[in-house]
C-alpha cells in the first residue's frame, strides 16, 4: 500500500516537476526540495495529490524514499545542504546525470568511466541504499510512459537487491513494466555514460520521447 508514503524530492527543474507531479498521482505523500522554494508555488498549486515544498534537509529528512533529480554537477552539493544524516537507512533514487555542457551540445560527462555520480553519491550516503535509476529516459516519460513500440524495462543499478526489488515495485506502481537489473552501483558508469549517445540519437530521430531496450 503506497497511500500516503512520503518521497522526498531533491531539485527544483523539469525532472523533479515531473516526478514529483507523478508520484503525488500515484497517492505518495511528496516534498520537493529546493533552494528557492518561491519558483515553485506555480507547480504546487497545478499539482494534485499531497505535495508540499520545503528545503533540502526538509525534503530529505521528509522522505521515506528519496529521489535526487538535481543536476548533475550540483547533486553533491545538494546532499550536503540535505544533510548526509537525513538518508541513513533510506533508499536513494539518484535520477540525476552528470553531463558536461562546457563545450555545448551534444554534452560529454563530468565524469570519465573509471567513476560515476551514482558512485560518487552511494560514498557520500554510504549509509543509504542506493539505486540508480529514471536516468535513461526523458522527464516526461519517467511516469506513466507512452512508447509506440512498446514500454521497455527501466534500467537500473545498486549494491543493496532488497533495495533494487523495492525500486522495481515502485516502477510497476508509476506504469513501468518492471526493471532491468544492470549490476552493482557501479554500473552507473554506463548507465550515465549512455545519455549523451541518447540525446545523440534523439537529435536524428528529432524527438527526446524516445528510449533504449534490449532485445533478444
Keep these: 500500500m503506497t497511500e500516503g508514503r512520503k518521497v522526498g524530492i531533491l531539485g527544483s527543474g523539469t525532472v523533479a516537476q515531473r ?9 505518495f505523500d511528496v516534498m520537493l526540495g529546493t533552494r528557492d522554494p518561491k519558483k515553485l508555488e506555480e507547480w504546487k498549486a497545478a499539482s494534485h495529490g499531497k505535495v508540499s515544498v520545503g528545503s533540502f534537509a526538509a525534503a530529505a529528512a521528509h522522505g521515506e524514499i528519496v529521489v535526487l533529480a538535481t543536476a548533475g554537477s550540483g547533486t553533491e552539493a545538494a546532499l550536503d545542504l ?64 507512452h512508447f509506440r513500440e512498446g514500454i521497455p524495462l527501466m534500467m537500473i543499478c545498486g549494491d543493496d537487491p532488497g533495495a533494487k526489488a523495492e525500486t522495481e515495485k515502485i516502477l510497476r506502481e508509476l506504469g513501468w513494466p518492471g526493471a532491468l537489473d544492470v549490476g ?3 554500473a ?13 540519437v534523439g537529435g536524428r530521430l528529432e524527438t527526446y520521447e524516445h528510449a533504449f531496450r534490449a532485445v533478444r
Design 184 to 186: 552493482g552501483i557501479d
Design 19 to 27: 516526478l514529483g507531479r507523478g508520484f503525488a498521482e500515484h497517492r
Design 188 to 200: 552507473a558508469r554506463w548507465l550515465e555514460a549512455l545519455v549523451p549517445l541518447w540525446v545523440r
Design 82 to 145: 540535505a544533510g548526509p544524516e537525513h538518508f541513513i537507512g533510506k533508499l536513494v533514487l539518484d535520477a540525476s546525470n552528470p553531463l558536461d555542457f562546457s563545450h555545448g551540445m551534444p554534452p560529454g560527462l563530468l565524469y570519465g568511466t573509471s567513476d560515476s555520480l551514482g558512485e560518487r553519491v552511494q560514498r557520500k550516503l554510504s549509509h543509504a541504499r542506493v539505486v540508480k535509476c529514471f536516468n535513461t529516459v526523458s522527464h516526461a516519460q519517467m511516469v506513466d510512459p
